[in-house]
């Protein structure tokens, strides 16, 4: 009897403490303008994540592109990230790029490209590239590809 009480309790311990999903990626909301001048835009995003586990970990960037109407621009950044238990949660990310670089790719259109730009007055963005979850040495990366447009009046 002290055999079969010691083994269930083994089974429900073991039961218990195994991770039944890796966090889930859910979608990136809030893409907006945070600051624009003559030469930079700054613009801000959260990436949204739900961890169904009672296990928590940390999220980091891993080279995420802006895209601004199909142009790299630059890279996000954003510090290694706390994976709260059982919870929802998001992740801030935050890019400056120059205006230059649109103008370089466009030069043979640039006057096209500037009224479209006034026209519309808004941008495409676009987010593509990887996070990553770390929980000791197990790691899982998260693909993202999100393209909103985002208005430039503010």
């Given amino acids: 009897m002290k055999k079969l009480l010691l083994l269930s309790t083994i089974f429900a311990v073991i039961i218990s403490c195994s991770t039944s999903k890796k966090p889930e990626f859910k979608y990136i909301t ?13 613009i801000k995003a959260d990436a949204v994540f739900n961890n169904p586990n009672n296990l928590k970990g940390k999220l980091s960037i891993d080279d995420i592109h802006i895209f601004v109407d199909n142009i790299d621009v630059g890279t996000t950044s954003s510090k290694e990230f706390d994976v709260p238990s059982k919870k929802e949660f998001t992740i801030p990310l935050e890019g400056t790029f120059s205006l230059s670089k649109i103008y370089e790719e466009n030069k043979n259109n640039l006057l096209s ?11 495409l963005i676009q987010y593509k590239g990887n996070i990553k979850y770390h929980f000791g040495n197990f790691s899982y990366p998260y693909k993202i590809d999100k393209e909103q447009k985002v208005s430039l009046n503010q």
Avoid: A, E, G
């Fill in 30 to 42: 809030n893409i907006d303008v945070k600051n624009i001048s003559i030469r930079n835009v700054t």
């Fill in 113 to 123: 490209s500037v009224l479209k730009m006034m026209q519309t007055d808004s941008l």
